[in-house]
T-cell receptor, first 113, second 111 residues
Framework: GEKVEQHESTLSVREGDSAVINCTYT??????FPWYKQEAGKSLHFVID?????DRKQSQRLIVLLDKKAKRFSLHITATQPEDSAIYFC????????????FGKGTSLTVIP | GGIITQTPKFLIGQEGQKLTLKCQQN?????MYWYRQDSGKGLRLIYY???????QKGDLSEGYDASREKKSSFSLTVTSAQKNEMAVFLC??????????FGKGTRLTVV
């Protein structure tokens, strides 16, 4: 099955700097790549996604890049703020009507004021 | 907007005990999931269901049963709790290839 590896287990940045979290996947058929955020004591919620028909997507301060050749995707958080501090999970899923999402192990991001 | 409600929030069980976790969603989503979250291991899929009465095993299904008797509810049973087991069980729902919505979790401790 698919395996998603999230490379940074922890990441610290200064407020206002950019943060980058990198993930790789193994199954070339994977076509949907969402990112989730988990704040302390809370459940996961969706932040942004990218599909395999594009290589870049931006939503406000969040940018997702997808390199299908390298089977790599990344989340860029620009102009970080303290409220960006959380655990971020990347995921991948195969095409088709109903799918299993394969999650990375999570990256704990700390934004230092 | 919708909501996913998981009960109970905290569950303390004894070794060997059969324990049931419940999940309700009012999104009217077809697909529901049970994930297990362990510290440092991310989320691992236990079971999912694409419609009422459907069950699909995930990578971590051994030791668990699931039931989807209604579209809105999905329950998970730990068939025999393991001593010192601690994990958070997350229920989720979605429609096809879109955002997955998660519940707040049930935290299991086995003594």
């Amino acid at each position: 099955g698919e395996k998603v590896e999230q490379h940074e287990s922890t990441l610290s940045v200064r407020e206002g700097d950019s943060a980058v979290i990198n993930c790789t996947y193994t199954d070339t058929a994977s076509s949907y790549f969402p990112w989730y955020k988990q704040e302390a004591g809370k459940s996961l919620h969706f932040v942004i996604d990218i599909r395999s028909n594009v290589d870049r997507k931006q939503s406000q301060r969040l940018i997702v890049l997808l390199d299908k050749k390298a089977k790599r995707f990344s989340l860029h958080i620009t102009a970080t703020q303290p409220e960006d501090s959380a655990i971020y999970f990347c995921a991948a899923s195969l095409p088709g009507g109903y799918q299993n999402f394969y999650f990375g192990k999570g990256t704990s991001l700390t934004v230092i004021p | 907007g919708g909501i996913i409600t998981q009960t109970p929030k905290f569950l303390i069980g004894q070794e060997g005990q059969k324990l049931t976790l419940k999940c309700q969603q009012n999104f009217n989503h077809d697909t529901m999931y049970w994930y297990r979250q362990d510290s440092g291991k991310g989320l691992r899929l236990i079971y999912y269901s694409i419609t009422e009465n459907d069950l699909q095993k995930g990578d971590l299904s051994e030791g668990y049963d699931a039931s989807r008797e209604k579209k809105s509810s999905f329950s998970l049973t730990v068939t025999s709790a393991q001593k010192n087991e601690m994990a958070v069980f997350l229920c989720a729902s979605s429609i096809t290839q879109t955002e997955v919505f998660f519940g707040k979790g049930t935290r299991l401790t086995v003594v």
